[in-house]
T-cell receptor, first 113, second 115 residues
Framework: NAGVTQTPKFQVLKTGQSMTLQCAQD?????MSWYRQDPGMGLRLIHY???????DQGEVPNGYNVSRSTTEDFPLRLLSAAPSQTSVYFC????????????FGPGTRLTVL | AQKITQTQPGMFVQEKEAVTLDCTYD???????LFWYKQPSSGEMIFLIY??????QNATEGRYSLNFQKARKSANLVISASQLGDSAMYFC????????????FGKGTMLLVSP
């Protein structure tokens, strides 16, 4: 199993550009989520999904869109990138349940100029 | 109020010594879970240990143990016999409720292990 994969690993955007960060998992997990990690802030939840067709907002959803058309994929869209979105983005997945660990992807380092 | 508080921005320990990383949490939900993750300089997030709110015993995983004090709302990570490879950022995280897996993370503690 590949686990959780994310592409790209690195990305540089100009302010106002749009892009999609890809996330895929091959563990048949119902739950998938996106976090951003900023220095001194820990990881903050952007959006999450508990199954295909079901998404919800996390702590910092503004400026990001998500959709979940399949169990495997959970892309994160930046519609109009801003310098404040410069961050490291992590995708995670897990089975639904109280004690199931979340498996994290390797992260995408995004810089917005 | 912060849901997860890690008060130690950085910790230093000598190789082979034990170290305790602090984590306090705030929730009114009777059902919750506490997780610790390690993030080495390479950037990946590595799951270490889990403690459920109804678990009677403290969780242990190899050299990692969780000192769970429910009344004090603390879930400290204890690493025994530190190794150089333990140098990393450590995050405490909490899941509230039983239905979903959403985690709230603390800001992390950077641990440096010296020879």
């Amino acid at each position: 199993n590949a686990g959780v994969t994310q592409t790209p690993k690195f990305q540089v955007l100009k302010t106002g550009q749009s892009m999609t960060l890809q996330c895929a998992q091959d563990m048949n997990h119902e739950y998938m989520s996106w976090y951003r990690q900023d220095p001194g802030m820990g990881l903050r939840l952007i959006h999450y999904s508990v199954g295909a067709g079901i998404t919800d907002q996390g702590e910092v959803p503004n400026g990001y869109n998500v959709s979940r058309s399949t169990t495997e994929d959970f892309p994160l869209r930046l519609l109009s990138a801003a310098p404040s979105q410069t961050s490291v983005y992590f995708c995670a997945s897990s089975s639904l349940g109280s004690n199931n660990e979340q498996f994290f992807g390797p992260g995408t380092r995004l810089t917005v100029l | 109020a912060q849901k997860i508080t890690q008060t130690q921005p950085g910790m230093f320990v000598q190789e082979k010594e034990a170290v305790t990383l602090d984590c306090t949490y705030d929730t009114s939900d009777p059902s919750y879970g506490l997780f610790w993750y390690k993030q080495p300089s390479s950037g990946e997030m590595i799951f270490l240990i889990y403690q459920g709110s109804y678990d009677q015993q403290n969780a242990t995983e190899g050299r990692y143990s969780l000192n769970f004090q429910k009344a004090r709302k603390s879930a400290n990570l204890v690493i025994s016999a530190s190794q150089l490879g333990d140098s990393a950022m450590y995050f405490c995280a909490m899941r509230e409720g039983v239905r979903y897996s959403t985690l709230t993370f603390g800001k992390g503690t950077m641990l440096l292990v010296s020879p």
